[in-house]
């Protein structure tokens, strides 16, 4: 074959692939009801209790049932549970399966499965383990019956049993649940309202759930995790959409039906649109946060503390976020979330006074000497990003050395758990945030913790504040847990355990031809149908 | 040119070991801890520090690289430590819409780029070849991300001809196929025909002032047979050259085009990998990457000697 041939050939092979292509039909569209939303996250992995990403939590409320659910009056409801029971000590707890619950292999959901799935949930989830830290047994009675004992009552089971905070009580069949609980499990078979489609599964792009036809509602009216999850669509796909603008337009172009996390910046032209509905997603919202190192220079002197929370102005780095929108956020004078049957504001006064002169007297009582502050700042999340830039005027403006480091997420995130000094490839302050639906009491509070080393980043050691954690969570009743509150929040806010820069609030959008959309921190697709 | 074919294929050897090498070391030092972004903000240390003994992050460094090495040679690019779905499988579930977007990106751009460098030499001077080669300044100054929201906002939102996002394989119908990648490729292609047109032009210049170009119009040969037929053909070299070196441009341009354009593909799949420091995609995506450049240079020599018959290897 010579260069000419070759060339026409070539051409030639070209033509014919692509009328080939032409010729290839179209797939026929089905009377399939389809649901298309785009999740805040890409779904990476599918294990709720190996990772515990709200993505993935908010993707595995479909697929997996939970044995209660909280509503939106934070009170834990029976979910799979039919009845428990517990001794008059305290110490036994027997609990029994609603009959006729099935996974989506059609096998029945047995004492057997929650037994494993409990085992391995309370070896990753923070309340889960001061279970374990005072079980006796956990075992199964019957085929719905089960029993866990206990060394020492815990008066908050059936609330760790029914949170919504990352992990829940996902139920697992046995084989799946028996799986190491730092290890990835690899088969997706919950006995939720739907079935994950694993075949058509591509992280990063796409994920498909179908409605589980053989799931069994309750008959109680559906309030967040709680009550009945009616499924009214036959297929729900979660679009991956990284680019908030291409989001936006799919949304208007009616390419996809849900967004649960809209850009601010974006919601406008949304709200101008006569086809979409826009309002708040997430009542819960979230607090933005920095965190200061309490083992090194300077942030290891209370008062080097309190001078930047004496300074902080939170309407600042509140408007870095969300923008003008007054409807989005609210200072917040303490660490829980505004709205909740706990919340407490005892003691914050601190985070009201915005004074940058009693900072600096606080500065120099505290003999600060100019050490610099490592502020690293992950550039890639808009919210620490904003909140970095923020940080860095305040502390320049009270006369701190500032050393910001900018940098990404992926790296603050290994960076935050070097205890070295800042010098030393450490660091001195992060920002971060927190979800509203972890701050509403200390149960999965990780970041009001101040035991020490064991404590979140920053390693705050406030024996004052652990106190008020263990006396919440031996509160028999509202009074005695509101009362531990806001002594909690006192000892927090006069230590400075962490600097919350405010109270935000999210947007979720949604075409008009969608209806049953409620707000809740997860986005609760069930009961959602699409004309 | 077996021989030239053979031996070619020898030195990609030593290039993907080196690549191989660099990419395993430069993760190894580069900051960031997938074990912490899966174990999430509730996670204590101790149960990071389990997670990522149970990924094999706690082994030193050159246990991890022997035995990436020896699965890698074997075909095996290992498992992801995110999706715990194999690294090839995560890239055949996105090769089509990458490969798609950048074939398609490559016809639009040598065929509007081409015929505009020719006309932009042959009218040097004129409203036409500075009109040209003010269109190849913009391409290249306007960043993609820019062109992308522009097209979408009139093509697909105002107008509504074409989606706004998503991806369609082509076994579910031509038409489909194309409709998602029509704005995407126009979006990328922009830069390469910048790139393609400023070269042709400055070949065809160089070209044209030659000898026999001068004898073929004095013969009486029509301006598009001087052109095309006897100018371009001599310039073609160094324009197949650009439009190979091009293809490194493709691959990063596609990484935003994808994200613009909410297509599956791998450019997205190599973002999503570097943040959450998914190492064994990032490894896997880069040496595919190396290996493909490699090989469009490959086939970039052998294509000289289809435009020229006096190469010869």
Redesign the interface.
Known sequence: MD?RT??KSATGAGLVA?SG???????AQGATKTLRFVPQA?L??FDPI????YVVRNAALLVWDTLYGVNSKFEPKRQMVETEEVSADGLTWTFKLRSGLKFHDGAPVTSKDVVASLVRWSA???MGLMIRAIQVELTPVDDLTWKWVLKAPFPKMIFALAKN???CTFIMPERIAKT?P???I?EYVGSGPFKFARAEW?????AVFEKFADYKPRDEPADWMAGGKKVMVDRLEW?????P???A??L??G?VDWWETPLADLVPVLKGNKDINVDIGDPLGNIGAFRMNHMHPPFNNVKVRQAVATALNQEDYMRAIVGDDDKLWKALPGFFTPGTPLYTEEGGDMFKKKSVADAKKLLAEAGYKGEPVTCVVAQ?MAATKSMGDVTAELLKSIGMNVDFVA?????V???R?QKTPPGQGGWSMFH?W?AGA?CVNPA?Y??IRANGE?A?FGWPDVPGVEEQVTAWFNAKDTAAEKEAMGKLNKAAVENVVYVPTGFYLGYQAWRKSVSGVTSGPFPVLWGVSKA | MFAFVVRRIITTIPVMAFVALFVFSLLYIAPGDPAAIIAGDQASPADVERIRASLGLDRPYLVRFAEWSFRVLQGDLGTSIFTSLPVTQLIAQRIEPTVSLMILTLIFAVVVAVPMGVIAAWKAGSWIDKGAMAFAVLGFSVPVFVVGYLLAYLFALKLDWLPVQGYTPIAQGFWPWLKNLILPAITLGLVYIALIARITRATMLEVLQQDYVRTAQAKGVSQKDVLFLHSLKNAAVPIVTIVGIGIALLIGGAVVTESVFAIPGLGRLTVDAILRRDYPVIQGVVLMFSLVYVLVNLLIDLTYTLVDPRIRY
């Open positions: 260069r070759f060339l692509a292509g032409l010729a290839m039909p179209a797939l890409n990476a992995n190996w990772g515990t990403q990753r989830d923070p905070n990352a992990p190491d730092f290890q990835q690899t591509v992280p990063g792009a796409k679009v991956i959409m990284p680019d603008a291409t989001a337009a799919a208007q172009s390419e890639d940098t990404d997420w992926g790296t995130g290994s960076r758990a971060t927190h972890d999965s990780t970041a064991k979140w």
